[in-house]
């Protein structure tokens, strides 16, 4: 029953990497109408069915509207498959009216202020919108962020650019 319980996880994983992957396909494709004033990072993840969760934590932090703004800005976007992966309890504990302020620093320790592609990261510390460093690691695996492993890269949007990611970035205590 584990097994089958495991390959039926795998089979949906895989299913939401290749929703990702036409998601960033789909993205290049009219990258140039988002650099002309198209949709917005907050257009992006609201008309995708991976970023549910992301969507309904931003506008419980209140973070929306800055989702909406001029920017630029690049979203490090964890799915709702890697905010699954958190702890039993943690989410909803976080999405409590008392907890906005957590909330808010923590989705913040996903996003960079300014625009930065592909192909301009690097290893190293930046610091997040949340005022917190976070550490990127550039390997021949891929690329990582406080140990989040990129998935998807450079989905253009008309305030700056996503990056999907398959974890949940949790900024130190």
Known sequence: ?????????????????????????????KASAYQKGGSSIADIVERSSNFSTLVAAARAAGLAK??????????????DVAFSKLPEGTLEELLLPENKKKLKELLTHHMLKGQVMSDDVSSGDVK????????????????????????????LASNGVIHVIDKVMLPEE
């Open 1 to 29: 029953m584990k097994s089958y319980i495991k390959r039926i996880a795998s089979l949906l994983s895989t299913l939401s990497l290749v929703s990702l992957l036409a998601l960033q396909v789909e993205a290049e494709d």
């Open 66 to 79: 800055m989702l909406d703004s001029d920017g630029p800005f690049t979203l490090f976007a964890p799915t």
């Open 128 to 155: 997040t919108v949340s005022g917190e460093d976070a550490t990127i690691e550039v390997g021949e695996t891929g690329v990582t962020i406080d140990g989040a492993r990129v998935i998807a890269t450079d989905v």
